[in-house]
T-cell receptor
Framework: GAVVSQHPSRVICKSGTSVKIECRSL??????MFWYRQFPKQSLMLMAT?????????EQGVEKDKFLINHASLTLSTLTVTSAHPEDSSFYIC?????????????FGPGTRLTVT | DAKTTQPTSMDCAEGRAANLPCNHS???????VYWYRQIHSQGPQYIIH???NNETNEMASLIITEDRKSSTLILPHATLRDTAVYYC??????????????FGAGTQVVVTP
């Protein structure tokens, strides 16, 4: 398989501050990465699609000015939650496409637990 | 609108086969069936995928009906570590979708001793 890492694994921040989460593909290049959010006892919700070198595409209802996504290289995408509030507390998960003999495989990171106090 | 329908939960005895059904009656010809699972507080893990033929790998088997309107994921010998939420996802791999995955509610599988 392929390895996707996230950093940090958990973070606690105060309301009004910004938090950056990194997503890295460790052993493959990923032209496309995705960001998901998951609230307790709910399924994953796709937030945005990130393509290397271009602007991210956000799903309907996701505020692009609040959730800043940068995909500066083929192995790194970052999600910055700006002016975080308690309702932004969630489990944030990234994934990356890896092309392999046809249909893209998509590999997920371990997730980042964000708690806003 | 959800593209797949799965039972909310299933129990399975350790050592037995677990058969997880999924309905995807509106699947189109170029959409694949993917299965992922998520163990509590972890990122999802890829299990298997298929288009129209049955598939098998070291983790599971995927049986797709001939009309492709439903499929079954088979875990041949369930272990306690297979306790997880299992997601059946219909995936469009056309260029403009980038192969993004839309997760439904999934099936909570509990394997008991």
């Amino acid at each position: 398989g392929a390895v996707v890492s996230q950093h940090p694994s958990r973070v606690i921040c105060k309301s009004g501050t910004s938090v950056k989460i990194e997503c890295r593909s460790l052993d493959f290049q990923a032209t496309t990465m995705f960001w998901y959010r998951q609230f307790p006892k709910q399924s994953l919700m796709l937030m945005a699609t990130s393509n290397e070198g271009s602007k991210a595409t956000y799903e309907q209802g996701v505020e692009k000015d609040k959730f800043l996504i940068n995909h500066a290289s083929l192995t790194l995408s970052t999600l910055t939650v700006t002016s975080a509030h308690p309702e932004d507390s969630s489990f944030y998960i990234c994934s990356a496409n890896k092309f392999r003999d046809g249909p893209y495989e998509q590999y997920f990171g371990p997730g980042t637990r964000l708690t806003v106090t | 609108d959800a593209k797949t329908t799965q039972p909310t939960s299933m129990d399975c005895a350790e050592g037995r086969a677990a058969n997880l059904p999924c309905n995807h009656s509106t699947i189109s010809g170029n959409e694949y069936v993917y299965w992922y699972r998520q163990i509590h507080s972890q990122g999802p893990q890829y299990i298997i995928h298929g288009l129209k033929n049955n598939e098998t790998n070291e983790m599971a088997s995927l049986i797709i009906t001939e009309d492709r309107k439903s499929s079954t994921l088979i875990l041949p010998h369930a272990t306690l570590r297979d306790t997880a939420v299992y997601y059946c996802i219909v995936r469009d791999l056309s260029t403009d979708s980038w192969g993004k995955l839309q997760f439904g509610a999934g099936t909570q599988v509990v394997v008991t001793p």
